[in-house]
């Protein structure tokens, strides 16, 4: 899986208003910011930066007839001279009922190029009107690497090819996949990887806890890094029933987004209650999530963690764990990643970035996740996402690989950090 493409990461920040709340808390430790990745790509020889996000699997841009907020925009804005426009609307919704923000615009295509890597006729929404943070973080969109039929820009395009939808095989299905799905997906299908897989790793500020650097590596593992060094999982497929899309047994389930199963969650090395809120026949599972700046989880537990960790602000100078066991392995959380600084010039008094989610419903047609794990827990781990093979996903499937990056002396680096800026009246670093 060796000799892919690798491609550094910015880090950009979004500057939050000062809340006593830690169900609001920001990503990275002191920062007051949210905090996005985001990579360069081409669109009909415009560069742009996008926010990667694995929640998601629509890519979209600002245009320069965006809107309000963005129409002021201090960003690239995709001009639309070389966009082919399919006649189709596009509402993308991100989040959840607490959170829930939107682009709207129009679908069509144009080049788009990756690190050097072109496809023609690639599928993007050209936005006009947009509630999205990504207005602030001075990038032009998003580039969502998820599966396509979590996208979209794939289902209004196939549902406007295929009228009844119900009535196609899983061959042209596929196949579809390979015209109008996402860009990295697509090249997947295509053939236009040495592996089908993509590899984040994220960053940090001053203070490298967990020791990541930004990177994006393409069609392969970065150097240095094996295969049976990762613990992998396989990514929850749901039935296309579900998703009313075949009954060919063939292709009767596929993965809709980057969610895997988790075997607990511990936190200080106690091992958390299951949710009552859900049902017990929905097994736990968690969505993988870069365009999710905190940790997100079901109401009642995170209310048990808060309780644990006695209320919503607590010392900073105490290391606390949070873990989730995945593969039979504990994958902690950095704990300098865990909580953020509650107020500037006050270095001792922090919350969790964690944040309560929706519960999932068993027959409610929705996903099946409880927990989202954004980004605290994306900078304690180098994390492969391997889609397999498109059209023969019982052979070889899906699936995510992690390795741990947090070191032997996480709590003891927190301790020096929260000693430090006390005593010299500083910030925690992020």
């Known amino acids: 899986m060796q000799g892919g493409l690798h491609l550094p990461l910015s880090r950009r920040l979004i500057p939050k208003r000062t ?3 830690a169900d609001t808390g920001a990503a990275g430790l002191g920062d007051f910011f949210d905090v996005t990745y985001s990579v ?8 742009l930066p996008v926010v990667l996000d694995t929640g998601s699997s629509d ?4 245009s320069n007839i965006c809107q309000g907020t963005c129409s002021s925009a201090n960003t690239v804005l995709y001009p639309s001279n070389t966009f082919h426009d399919t006649g189709l609307d596009a509402t993308i919704v ?23 890597l072109t496809l023609q006729d690639q599928y993007f929404a050209a936005i006009n009107d947009t509630n999205t943070s990504v ?7 998003i580039f969502g690497l998820g599966f396509p039929l979590n996208s979209v820009i794939w289902t209004d395009t196939f549902l406007n090819q295929h009228q009844k939808r119900q009535t196609m095989t899983s061959p042209e299905i596929a196949s579809s996949f390979g015209v109008s799905g996402p860009f990295i997906h697509r090249l997947v299908s295509l053939g236009g990887l040495a592996s089908p ?20 590596s393409i069609g392969g593992l970065p150097s240095g890094v094996q295969n049976e060094s990762l613990t992998w999982v396989a990514v929850r497929k749901y039935t296309l029933q579900q998703d009313g899309l075949s009954q060919d047994a063939a292709f009767e389930a596929y993965p809709i987004a980057w969610e895997i199963p988790v ?18 026949n929905i097994s736990l599972s968690a969505l993988i999530d870069t365009g999710n700046s905190l940790i997100r989880g079901p109401p009642d537990v995170i209310s048990y963690i808060q309780n644990m960790l006695g209320g919503p602000h607590f010392s900073c100078s105490f290391p606390h764990t949070l873990a989730f066991q995945i593969g039979g392995r504990m994958f902690p959380v950095d704990p300098g990643d865990f909580i953020n600084q509650v107020r500037s010039g006050n270095a001792q008094v922090c919350g969790a970035n964690l944040a309560q989610t929706d519960v999932p419903v068993l027959g409610g047609g929705g996903y099946l996740y409880s927990w989202s794990l954004g980004d605290p827990f994306l900078k304690s781990v180098l994390a492969a996402f391997y889609y397999g093979a498109i059209t023969e996903l019982s052979q070889d499937p899906p699936r995510i690989g992690f390795l741990s990056t947090v070191p032997s002396d996480a709590g003891q680096r927190l301790e020096d950090a929260v000693s430090t800026a006390s005593a010299e009246h500083y910030d925690l670093p992020g």
């Open 19 to 21: 809340t006593s709340s």
């Open 40 to 47: 360069l790509i081409d669109i009909g020889g415009t560069s």
């Open 59 to 62: 890519l979209w841009v600002l």
């Open 94 to 116: 991100y989040g959840d009922s607490n959170t829930g923000t939107y682009a709207r615009g129009v679908i069509g295509y144009d080049s788009v190029s990756l690190a050097g």
């Open 135 to 141: 207005v602030q973080t001075r990038c032009s969109g």
């Open 197 to 216: 897989m993509f590899v984040i790793a994220l960053q940090r500020d001053t203070i490298e806890i967990g020791g990541n650097e930004g990177m994006l």
């Open 263 to 280: 075997d607990d969650v511990f936190l200080d090395g106690v091992k958390l209650p299951r949710s009552q809120l859900s049902s017990s």
